[in-house]
């Protein structure tokens, strides 16, 4: 099977729409905070990437409204796309940034889940 979520398509994507940390802002930069924290995308090459980034969050295995941030390394089949943390938030942060993602509630009360990481929502239609 021909997977569009991988390891590799996920960083792929996030570099090409990710401001380096050197870069200064373009007035229409997205900003997202994440679990990490504070991050910049260009608004033009996240905008370029939105079919893909769909795509990959199809195959995400989403069985409830939603998930806990670990469970989105799972496709819908059970099979793990990505392992580490920081491959999984750049999916979260491109989502969120394209307005098919949420963390769903403040920093403040992740320490309430398991593992202290949020819960995260998609609406893909």
């Not at 999916?91 to 920093?107: A, C, V």
């Amino acid at each position: 099977m021909s997977y569009k979520l991988h390891f590799n398509a996920v960083r792929k994507a996030y570099k090409k729409c990710a401001y380096p940390i050197n870069k200064p802002l373009k007035k229409d930069a997205i900003k997202i905070e994440s679990i990490s924290g504070l991050n910049y995308l260009d608004r033009k090459g996240l905008e370029q990437l939105r079919a893909d980034v769909l795509e990959m969050l199809k195959e995400l295995r989403q069985t409830e409204d939603s998930f806990k941030f670990h469970d989105i390394g799972f496709r819908h089949d059970g099979s793990i796309w990505a392992g580490d943390g920081a491959t999984k938030e750049m999916l979260l942060i491109m989502s969120i940034g394209l307005g098919y993602g949420r963390i769903t509630l403040p920093r403040e009360m992740w320490s309430t889940f398991p593992g202290g990481l949020p819960y995260i929502e998609f609406k893909l239609n």
